[in-house]
């Protein structure tokens, strides 16, 4: 078994058809040979979410076949030529994950309104250009799953996939047992649900406490508000694990690639037809060089993907088209 990676063989029959959820992910089904929606086509490709792609085309971005969209209700097929800001999409090349180790300090966007220092910045220069898996708030750290495939990232997030996000969360304070059968029951604050979470206490020194929290649907910053509502501040925020991904002893800031047979094997991701041909074709280029910078982020095992190079699109404000 690979690092980073828990194994789901042996486990029971429920536990296993969580991931029965991912089949499909990254084939060439009769959808894709026949056509598929524009935004699923451009999320397969690593630009953006589904939801991000319909904001570009309603923004005046997107054009198939050199005649501007007007609706994201939209079929195309692989013989379609799809432009963003008048510049042809990558191919869809075979999904890729990645984990990686981040630090505090760092916003999970690709850009940030308020100017501050973004997960994608700090990546590597060899990496494609990648989106994440859901999101880690800007003090928090550990495991952030990165992928080139935004519908595979679609798919990891959905709660209906059940997979487990576990952390360590460094409390100040004492909980006892009664506040940890509060969590499994759910909490309703400021009329929101929150949905039923396993707490552990794990240790307690000085004026802190050590918890091992254990959720499968993340809504944003859920954890600090729920120990906040029970009176616990949280001064440490630690993701370990993400379904069947740990973080293990991988270090921080540092990335490695999942191997595609584990994402075969323990997602259900089916082996891409390029694959065989060495993926020779069709393979996005590294993202380049943004920017002199002093300092470089240590890489474990990164891998490269060299090819030709080839400008990389990036998100900006949506503007409303002039009717």
């Known amino acids: 078994m690979a690092p980073g990676v828990l194994d789901i063989a042996g486990r029971p029959a429920h536990y296993r058809r969580h991931y029965q959820h991912l089949r499909g992910v990254g084939s ?27 904001r570009w085309i309603e923004a005046g971005r997107v054009s198939v076949n ?65 989106i994440s898996v859901g999101r880690l708030d800007l003090n928090s750290e550990g495991l952030l799953l990165l992928t080139n495939d935004g519908e595979l990232a679609r798919k990891l997030e959905l709660p209906t996939t059940g997979w487990k996000r576990k952390y360590r969360v460094r409390v100040h304070g004492h909980p006892n047992e009664a506040d940890m059968a509060r969590l499994v029951k759910g909490l309703t604050i400021e009329g929101i649900r929150y949905g039923a979470i396993e707490g552990t206490i794990d240790s307690t020194k000085g004026a802190n406490s050590w918890l091992t929290i254990s959720l499968r649907e993340g809504k944003n910053r859920e954890i600090r508000k729920v120990l906040e509502h029970l009176g616990y501040q949280v001064t440490r925020l630690i993701r370990i694990s993400y379904g069947p991904m740990a973080l293990g002893d991988l270090p921080a800031s540092a990335v490695e690639e999942v191997r595609s047979k584990i994402l075969r094997d323990q997602m259900g991701v089916e082996k891409f037809e390029e694959e065989q041909a060495g993926l020779d074709k069709g393979q996005r280029p590294p993202r380049g060089k943004r920017g002199d910078r002093s300092k470089k982020t240590p890489v474990v095992n990164s891998p490269s993907a060299k090819s030709g190079k080839r400008p990389t699109l990036k998100a900006k404000p949506a503007t409303r088209r002039k009717s």
């Not at 009769?30 to 690593?46: C, D, L, P, V």
């Not at 990558?90 to 180790?101: A, M």
């Open 66 to 130: 050199g005649k501007l969209l007007e609706t994201p209700a939209f079929t195309v097929t692989p013989e379609d030529k799809i432009a963003v800001d008048g510049k042809d999409i990558p191919e869809v090349e075979r999904p890729r994950l990645w984990r990686y180790h981040k630090p505090p300090g760092l916003v999970t966007s690709h850009k940030d309104e308020k100017g501050r220092d973004t997960v994608f910045d700090k990546l590597p220069e060899d990496l494609p250009r990648v």
């Open 28 to 54: 060439m089904s009769t959808e894709n040979s026949q056509g598929e929606r524009i935004a699923k086509r451009m999320a397969r490709a690593g630009l953006c979410s589904r939801r991000e792609a319909e």
